[in-house]
């Protein structure tokens, strides 16, 4: 909406990517990423189906990542949508939650 001029906005954004990076970013024993819960002080290895939005933000917000962090934001990014996609393959009308236990 700045046209990329909003340096504090984007500052607030990098910072948030990060903390979700370090804290709730795993990967599956199958090798699938996935964005945890965060639930009473403790990660719950689980993704609910609205964190799959996650996938398309990283991916948006690669361009203009810092220190060139892009490609690696634009791979995360895939790699949470292609966790999405599995989890609604594999488990068709299951409950969600289990692929990434």
Not at 13 to 19: F, L, M, N, R, T
Not at 23 to 49: C, P, V
Not at 87 to 93: F, L, N, P, V
Request: glycine share 12%; net charge negative.
């Amino acid at each position: 909406m700045s046209d990329k001029t909003d340096t504090e906005a984007r500052k607030t954004y990098d910072d948030a990517i990060e903390a979700i990076e370090r804290h709730l970013i795993r990967k599956s024993n199958g090798g699938l990423t996935f964005i945890g819960e965060w639930k009473n002080g403790h990660l719950e290895r689980k993704m609910g189906h609205l964190a799959c939005f996650a996938g398309g933000m990283f991916a948006l917000g690669a361009d203009g990542s810092p220190d060139d962090k892009a490609g690696h934001y634009l791979q995360l990014g895939a790699e949470i949508a292609h966790t999405c996609h599995e989890s609604y393959d594999r488990t068709g009308e299951k409950a969600r939650g289990e692929l990434y236990k």
